[in-house]
T-cell receptor, first 118, second 114 residues
């Protein structure tokens, strides 16, 4: 079974300051992990993904995330927030299942709303 | 543009009615997922199809059904609609079995039941 917990429902930062969005996961197998972003009234866009290669993953728009197996975490960071980063962010796990039987099912966290103040 | 097309973008209908939401996946993607997003429930997985066959079921109500056709497009049918079914319905597609199973999402269909 797989699950995702996003530790903060809301995060508020000032423009130009660092962003940290926290995510813990649970998976019975070696999972793939993703971060998606959703701007108001828009669809979900893939920010970055981890698929058992490098543990530090770089994504679009200056975001990156570090996979820490010992802590079962996949936190999303950005050194300097921009006003356009204001959106809702979802941490997602995809567990291959026993013998790869899950067929890529994605499990979403509850989302973190990021607010960026001028 | 993700390459996933959903129609219609908006739908307003009355309680008790039936609607069909349509999804065209990215070219080459065999897997289609349906998700429901509402303010109180967040993003909920409904159902997944892979190459025409149902592969995984989530929190999908019995009033809802889906199918994937030979050309790989998918339809989500919602019947006996209730006010609580008002939500944003997303379709996503992915290539499964490549070791990198990220899904690409459409823009969603916003359903309003009045």
């Amino acid at each position: 079974a797989q699950s995702v917990t996003q530790l903060d429902s809301h995060v508020s930062v000032s423009e130009g300051t660092p962003v940290l969005l926290r995510c813990n996961y649970s998976s019975s197998y070696s999972p793939s992990l993703f971060w998606y972003v959703q701007h108001p009234n828009k669809g979900l866009q893939l920010l970055l993904k981890y698929t058992s290669a490098a543990t530090l993953v770089k994504g679009i728009n200056g975001f990156e995330a570090e996979f820490k197996k010992s802590e079962t975490s996949f936190h999303l960071t950005k050194p300097s927030a921009h006003m356009s980063d204001a959106a809702e962010y979802f941490c997602v796990v995809s567990d291959p299942g026993a013998g790869g039987t899950s067929y890529g099912k994605l499990t979403f966290g509850q989302g973190t709303i990021l607010t960026v103040h001028p | 543009d993700s390459g996933v097309t959903q129609t219609p973008k908006h739908l307003i209908t009355a309680t008790g009615q039936r609607v069909t939401l349509r999804c065209s996946p990215r070219s080459g993607d065999l897997s289609v997922y349906w998700y429901q997003q509402s303010l109180d429930q967040g993003l909920q997985f409904l159902i997944q199809y892979y190459n025409g066959e149902e592969r995984a079921k989530g929190n999908i109500l019995e009033r809802f059904s889906a199918q994937q056709f030979p050309d790989l497009h998918s339809e989500l049918n919602l019947s006996s609609l209730e006010l609580g079914d008002s939500a944003l319905y997303f379709c996503a597609s992915s290539v499964v079995g490549t070791g990198s199973t990220e899904a690409f999402f459409g823009q969603g269909t916003r359903l309003t039941v009045v």
